[in-house]
């Protein structure tokens, strides 16, 4: 049993009745059977519609007895009431113009007169049907405040695990010119350009760290914007971030991209997964020892869509893998080399966030992946619009 069951079952509800007639003797006779009949129970009564109405904003109320006497059809106070969310049991006399839709205006009746016990009867039946309904709301808040927490908490090892991801290489960067400023030091080789230089590269370093925070900051931000962006300088950021390590990899990077074209997206999302496409071409190079990587990056533009084509040398996926690549947590890396998150967050970022396709297949001696995102403006066209 979950704990908002265990509960319910320990305690011990109070329903609360609102006795709706202008009869004064009536109400009274129907007040002490109640009590005398039902001991986990409070009531309240009005002699009118409209003071019932005012309770019901003020106080909750569990069903409502309403005698018919105080009904004239029609009513607008009445199509109000039926209108609230609380039940209303109606205590009809068959001579009531109403008696002929009583099964239709109202979630039950009692005729009158009726015997004490047949009042007890239907609102205890009554009442066990609320307790039933209560309890599965109650279930189904637990289970939904349950997903809610496991969906925060699967984001969360994501982001970490992506952040972590994004700063392993800065910070192997970091260490490599910690050493070798260290080193030159110890040599006596250290002057003012060589610092000037390396102040600027770690301060430019330090920078892209902190761009990642916020920028998976901001994709988990809920109301995150699209915006326009330039896709050519996009890709132009992502060469410059991976650049370093290519060439000290013997990597070459061919970009062939000419016109530029101007999207509307999420910008961060899709830099961090050209990253993650660059780096998984890096490491396909570098696991294989491929002597000159080469990896080429280039543009298509048809009327509906932007397509960009990221290609690799670096051997290619094998066959039986390739379909659980984009799985989260798969990975053929050792453990402290990939989480197995790129291709996941890739995928779900421009397949869910911006309504594209992502696809990785062999081609030649290695990988082509293809991001196809909706429609796309030229600069031109864009300045058309502007007109
Ligand atoms: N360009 C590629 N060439 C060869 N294999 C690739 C390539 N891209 C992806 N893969 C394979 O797909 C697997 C999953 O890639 P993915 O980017 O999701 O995770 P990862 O790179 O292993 O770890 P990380 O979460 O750190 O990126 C890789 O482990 C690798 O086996
Ligand atoms: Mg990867």
Known sequence: MIYNEIKLHNIKYIYRILIITHDEKY???????????????????????????????????????????????HNEDFIKLL????????????????????????????????????LVNKLTLYMKTLRQQKLLELKIEEQNQLLIQQSKMASMGEMIGNIAHQWRQPLNALSAINIKLYFLYQQNLLNDKIMEDTHKKTNTIIQKMSETIDDFRNFFQPNKEKKFFSIKKLLQD?????????????????????????????????????????????????????????????????????????????????NEILQKICEPYFTTKTKNKGTGLGLYMSKMIIEESMLGKLTLENYNDGVKTTITLPSCLTYDEIQEQSL
Request: aromatic fraction near 4%.
């Open 83 to 118: 209108k609230l969310l609380t039940p209303v049991i109606l205590l009809l006399d068959e001579q009531h113009p109403l008696f002929a839709q009583r099964d239709t205006i109202a979630i039950d009746y009692i005729i009158k007169p009726c015997t004490p016990q047949q």
């Open 27 to 73: 109400d009274n006779s129907l007040k002490k059977t109640l009590t005398q009949k039902l001991d986990n129970i409070t009531l309240c009564s009005t002699s009118n519609l409209q003071n019932a109405l005012t309770t019901l904003h003020e106080t909750k109320i569990d069903v409502i007895l309403l005698d018919s006497n105080t009904l004239e059809i």
């Open 238 to 318: 992502a060469i410059n971030f991976v650049e370093d390590s290519y060439t000290e990899n013997n990597i070459t990077l061919i970009n062939t991209i000419t016109e530029d074209v101007i999207i509307e997206a999420f910008e961060s999302e899709l830099k961090q997964v050209i990253l993650n496409i660059f780096n998984n071409a890096k490491d396909a190079i570098k696991e294989n020892n491929i002597q000159k990587g080469i990896v080429s990056i280039a543009i298509e533009k048809t009327s509906q869509h932007i397509i960009i084509i990221i290609t690799d040398n670096g051997g290619g996926i094998a």
